[in-house]
């Protein structure tokens, strides 16, 4: 049976309430904190940024994965490593030097991450996909939540399945925007690991309730 790691969003979350937020997806059967920032440059709305990072690290038991959407995220590696990041994960149309990029995020001791946005074909990843951890599939165009989900993304698993296949490496799939109920399931079966969701968990009125069944739905 495979085991699904569900990523709840805190960007969906009551910022008013974020402690008690925390704490609920602490208590689920959620396996991650997915932590977006947003910059206003590489993507067009500004999220959240180190401190309220911080404040999150205080009540979060689990693992915390970060998404850069920032340009030049070389500068900001150490960073997060130190506001307690444990998979770090850049984007590919920001960063000029993939390769040193990774590097420098493992150096750290972190999991490297390489997201993805709609348009970009998985293809660029072969020269460079035994040194990365995770490939983060955008399945919306990055910057906020509550998008719908582009069904195309069923293809780009497939494909960048078949290339960790085909090069023996040990990357695992994440996939990032408009995950709900009608989609997991059909998301893992096309080879996607860990799926993140933000306001399908944050905006079902029992959250708990609902990481629950996206964990028991997509242990196929
Ligand atoms: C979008 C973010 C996503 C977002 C997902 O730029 O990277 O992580 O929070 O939100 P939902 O699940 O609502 O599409
Ligand atoms: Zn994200």
């Known amino acids: 049976k495979k085991n699904t790691l569900i990523a709840p969003s805190v960007?969906?979350?009551?910022?008013?309430?974020?402690?008690?937020?925390?704490?609920?997806?602490?208590?689920?059967?959620?396996?991650?904190?997915?932590?977006?920032?947003?910059?206003?440059?590489?993507?067009p709305n500004i999220s959240f940024g180190m401190p309220v990072l911080e404040a999150i690290k205080k009540h979060a038991t689990k693992t915390i994965d970060v998404h850069l959407m920032i340009v030049d995220p070389d500068r900001y590696i150490s960073t997060f490593k130190k506001l307690g990041a444990d998979v770090l994960t850049v984007h590919l149309e920001a960063t000029t030097h993939l390769h040193r990029t990774l590097q420098a995020i493992k150096a750290e001791g972190m999991k490297a991450g390489v997201a993805l946005n709609p348009h970009t074909n998985v293809d660029l990843l072969e020269d460079v996909i035994n040194d990365i951890d995770l490939v983060c599939i955008m399945s919306v165009n990055p910057g906020f939540?509550?998008?719908?989900?582009?069904?195309?993304?069923?293809?780009?698993?497939?494909?960048?399945?078949?290339?960790?296949?085909?090069?023996?490496?040990?990357?695992?799939?994440?996939?990032?925007g408009g995950v709900t109920n009608k989609n997991a399931a059909q998301l893992v079966e096309a080879g996607a690991d860990v799926l993140v969701a933000g306001s399908y968990v944050f905006g079902a009125a029992d959250p708990i309730a609902t990481v629950a069944d996206l964990k028991k739905i997509t242990s196929l």
């Open 145 to 176: 939540g509550g998008q719908s989900f582009i069904e195309n993304t069923y293809d780009k698993i497939r494909k960048l399945k078949a290339l960790i296949n085909k090069k023996g490496a040990s990357t695992i799939i994440e996939i990032d």
């Open 11 to 43: 960007l969906a979350a009551d910022f008013a309430n974020l402690e008690r937020d925390i704490k609920m997806i602490n208590t689920s059967e959620a396996d991650w904190f997915h932590i977006d920032i947003m910059d206003g440059v590489f993507v």
